[in-house]
């Protein structure tokens, strides 16, 4: 029974849309029919700048990171997986819109390994930051991240439901990022600014 409300919970907090909803809210637009048409904070920030763009990211890592950690903390760390899991699951297919596209759970799976493997979550994070603050493709430097968690997971001796996870999360994570690919090998992917056009 704990197990089930741990995946159910963990799909709930994931498919709140929050670049959805704060877009909505403030700008009275959405945000699925601006710039990449991701929901991310990547596509809020590039759009609105980081004063909405950061709340996103943060809200967006937060869904992860809850439900993984309350797992991790009461059950065992396959259960912190599988919230974590079912968390990214929600941001890609949000319930709260109908399972339509969502976003490319990047922030989402951050925040799930900084609870259910904080080492794990914070070397991935590092990886990204460094990766994008130097080539400033934020898919990129995702995907490295992503890439890199069952690496640094098998290393530190996480245990087997960690590893498991991180691989196929990192897995998700580039399959979701196939048109990033496409545009990176025909030289047409944007690079991040971090000051918003004016025209937005």
């Known amino acids: 029974m704990g197990y089930a409300l741990a995946i159910v919970a963990g799909y709930l907090a994931g498919s709140i849309p929050t670049g959805y909803w704060l877009v909505a809210a403030f ?21 609105f700048g980081w004063r909405l763009g950061l709340p996103v990211v943060v809200v967006d890592t937060a869904k992860g990171f809850v439900p993984a950690l309350v797992a991790t903390m009461t059950l065992s760390h396959l259960a912190g997986v599988l919230a974590g899991a079912a968390a990214m699951l929600g941001h890609w297919r949000p319930l709260f819109l109908r399972w339509q596209r969502g976003g490319k759970m990047v922030a989402t799976c951050g925040g799930a390994f900084l609870g259910v493997a904080p080492i794990v979550g914070g070397i991935g994070a590092g990886i990204w930051i460094a990766c994008f603050v130097a080539l400033r493709y934020a898919s990129v430097a995702s995907m490295l991240a992503a890439c890199s968690l069952s690496v640094v997971a098998v290393l530190i001796g996480e245990p087997w439901p960690v590893i498991v996870f991180a691989a196929g999360a990192a897995i998700a994570v580039v399959l979701l990022h196939r048109a990033n690919i496409a545009r990176l090998r025909a030289g047409t992917e944007n690079r991040f600014r971090f000051r918003r056009p004016a025209s937005a």
């Open 27 to 47: 700008k009275r637009v959405d945000i699925r029919k601006l710039g990449s048409g991701n929901l991310g904070g990547t596509n809020v920030w590039r759009v």
